[in-house]
């Protein structure tokens, strides 16, 4: 069960990325905080809102049936849900009906998948599984060659294929498939497309640390986001942003993470080799024109390192900020197109 609070947002929120401070109420106007436990994480939503105490709790509990109607299509974590279903299922060669989100988020994911050259793959949840970031515990030991070698014999996201009408899925072979690098993005979207139905005009979602921004805060103020420097210890900016419908996400490797025997292993596993990353870059973040794209561009991008997630970015125009491990400590480097986000 989704349960909400709602409250007066007088303070800033700390999240991977954050709402800053600086609010200018006007006298009809408040900024209102609806947040909530979701999928594993939090979601924080501002309204822009006169006081109504009964639109506020109308809307919190729309809020909260949207979220439920998300989990119960993409989470892994719940065996009832749509996901799972399809999981569990021993004949995945036959089609498998899916409600048509599940399919708009498969179809995304293949897309991505397809961009990336597969450093973006749903089907890698064993894989992931197996390094114990998933819904099983975590392993005594770091896997060796031989079990990832054969994890990986079926991890493949060209194994999947989707059908648009009515809308289902099927798999050349069995897949365990995990959308969670890309269902909060959907779920931050699907949250927007219900406010906008119902008729507000300014809000800000956030879930988990993906966002979507509309409108503005009173006294004509944009929304002001911050990227955060990619340090676990502290929370500390490293960028500011201006957000205006548009969606934004972040993709690290310094909150998710264990250690065995001195050595640190990332979340965020490479589909290719079944490892978890390496390289240098710390966190990436992306802008695009929804956040389930912002989502699982912002994982590609993490998985493919600094300089191929660059050079594919500027080369398709899109929006991606970049903090690398330099030897004298983090760098920041963007794509031409995130330029214009930027505060100076």
């Not at 294929?161 to 690098?181: G, I, K, M, W």
Request: negative net charge.
């Amino acid at each position: 069960m989704i349960t909400s609070r709602i409250r007066p947002a007088l303070a800033v929120v700390a999240f991977a990325i954050a709402v800053l401070a600086g609010y200018s109420f006007e006298p009809e106007e408040k900024v209102w905080e609806i947040s909530g436990p979701v999928f594993g994480t939090r979601y924080n939503i501002n309204l822009v809102l006169a006081e109504d105490r009964a639109r506020l709790d109308e809307l919190a509990a729309g809020i909260g049936g949207v979220l439920k109607d998300v989990d119960m299509a993409m989470s892994t974590w719940r065996e009832d849900s749509e996901l799972s279903r399809f999981n569990r299922t021993e004949d995945q060669s036959q089609w498998f009906e899916i409600s048509r989100p599940l399919y708009e988020v498969l179809s995304a994911a293949r897309e991505i998948s397809e961009l990336s050259g597969g450093a973006f793959d749903v089907t890698v949840g064993p894989v992931v599984n197996l390094w114990g970031f998933g819904p099983e515990a975590r392993p005594e030991q770091v896997p060796g060659d031989n079990a990832l070698a054969a994890v990986l014999e079926n991890v493949g996201y060209e194994t999947l294929e989707l059908r648009d009408d009515p809308p289902a899925v099927r798999a050349e072979s069995r897949q365990y498939v995990d959308l969670s690098a890309i269902a909060k993005g959907y779920g931050v979207d699907a949250v927007a497309e219900y406010l906008q139905k119902e008729g507000v005009n300014a809000f800000l979602v956030e879930i988990g640390g993906e966002v979507w921004a509309t409108g503005r805060k009173p006294g004509n103020q944009p929304w002001r986001l911050a990227i955060e420097e990619p340090v676990a210890e502290q929370r500390q900016v490293n960028r500011i942003v201006v957000l205006a419908d548009m969606g934004m996400a972040t993709s690290g490797d310094y909150r998710n993470y264990y250690e065995s025997r001195g050595q640190r292993f990332s979340h965020t596993i490479d589909p290719l080799s079944g490892k978890p990353i390496s390289h240098n870059l710390a966190s990436v973040s992306v802008i695009a024109e929804n956040c389930m794209m912002a989502d699982g561009l912002a994982t590609a991008f993490n998985v493919m390192g600094y300089e191929k997630a660059m050079a594919l970015a500027t080369r398709e125009n899109m929006a991606a900020y970049f903090i690398v491990r330099g030897e004298l400590g983090f760098e920041s480097r963007h794509t031409p197109a995130f330029s214009s986000y930027i505060v100076d």
